[in-house]
């Protein structure tokens, strides 16, 4: 299963923040609660409840060798920054390539993967298609107010809507500044993805005898067949 935390689905003007929103800190909430229930946690950023703090490339490799193993595998993925990830794969065919492979490993290895971005329709199509759950958080001051300014040091909640499937009322109300603990809303955040291209053997050059060169052969006392 896929889940994003975005600010908002498109470009659009809207009163919504796409920075400083609450994406990454609902996920960490979303996290938590998997790591409460006795799954094992894997992010590409520090929190405080991480199994392994890995980049994304890592995990995959990661799960493919459980899989070969065939160890137990019990784990949720934390990944912020999605759409840089998937973007640094270059080509539209290679990032449709990873995308389709990635997703349908997810489904035979029953392991959910968390992301957030910053614009939904931003990233690659079937990723979006791919995503079965989409919540929009949005920030709140104590007071009732929506908050859009992305460096406020006031506390806050967060609502947290669900997009898709669609839910008018709010699936969640968390506070900011208790779940901010769990993780460093500052780190800098280095991670890419790069597809491993496999070399296909070369294959070995011919050389095509005439059959006037046979008919030399033969003449000199050369014998073709190895006898």
Same mark, same amino acid.
Not at 47 to 50: E, M, P
Not at 52 to 58: D, H, R, S
Not at 217 to 220: A, E, G
């Given at each position: 299963?896929?889940?994003?935390?975005?600010?908002r689905?498109?470009? $659009?003007l809207?009163? *919504?923040?796409?920075?400083?929103n609450g =994406?990454?800190?609902?996920?960490?909430f979303y996290?938590?609660?998997y790591?409460?229930?006795?799954?094992?946690?894997?992010?590409?950023?520090k929190?405080?409840?991480?199994d392994?703090?890995? !980049?994304? #490339?890592?995990m995959?490799n990661?799960?493919?060798?459980? =899989?070969?193993?065939?160890?137990?595998?019990r784990?949720?993925?934390?990944?912020?920054e999605?759409q @840089?990830?998937?973007?640094?794969? !270059?080509?539209t065919?290679e990032?449709?390539?990873?995308? @389709?492979?990635?997703?349908?490993?997810?489904?035979?290895?029953d392991v959910?993967?968390?992301? @957030?971005? #910053?614009?939904?329709?931003?990233?690659?199509?079937?990723?979006?298609?791919?995503?079965?759950n989409?919540?929009?958080?949005?920030?709140?001051?104590l007071?009732?107010q929506?908050?859009?300014?992305?460096?406020?040091?006031?506390?806050?909640?967060? *609502?947290?809507?669900?997009q #898709?499937?669609?839910k008018?009322?709010? *699936?969640? =109300?968390?506070?900011?500044?208790?779940v !901010?603990?769990?993780?460093?809303? /500052?780190?800098?955040i280095i991670?890419?993805?790069?597809?491993i /291209?496999?070399? /296909?053997?070369?294959?070995?050059?011919i =050389?095509k005898?005439? $059959?006037e060169?046979?008919?030399t052969?033969?003449?000199?006392g050369?014998?073709?067949s190895?006898?």
């Open positions: 299963m896929l889940m994003a935390f975005v600010g689905m498109d470009d $659009e809207t009163d *919504l923040c796409i920075r400083g =994406k990454t800190c609902s996920m960490v996290g938590y609660l790591h409460k229930k006795g799954y094992k946690i894997w992010s590409n950023f929190t405080s409840f991480s392994k703090i890995i !980049g994304f #490339q890592e995959i990661t799960l493919r060798e459980m =899989k070969k193993r065939n160890e137990e595998i784990v949720v993925l934390l990944v912020t999605m @840089d990830l998937i973007n640094s794969l !270059g080509s065919t990032q449709t390539l990873f995308v @389709d492979s990635f997703a349908n490993q997810l489904r035979k290895l959910d993967c968390l992301f @957030d971005t #910053q614009i939904f329709k931003n990233i690659n199509v079937r990723l979006r298609r791919h995503t079965e989409i919540r929009i958080p949005i920030k709140y001051h007071n009732g929506q908050c859009n300014f992305d460096r406020c040091q006031k506390k806050h909640y967060i *609502l947290i809507y669900s #898709q499937p669609y008018i009322n709010p *699936l969640r =109300k968390i506070r900011a500044y208790e !901010g603990k769990l993780y460093d809303s /500052k780190e800098m991670d890419k993805l790069e597809i /291209k496999e070399e /296909k053997p070369k294959e070995e050059k =050389k005898i005439s $059959e060169e046979i008919i052969f033969s003449f000199l050369g014998n073709l190895g006898d």
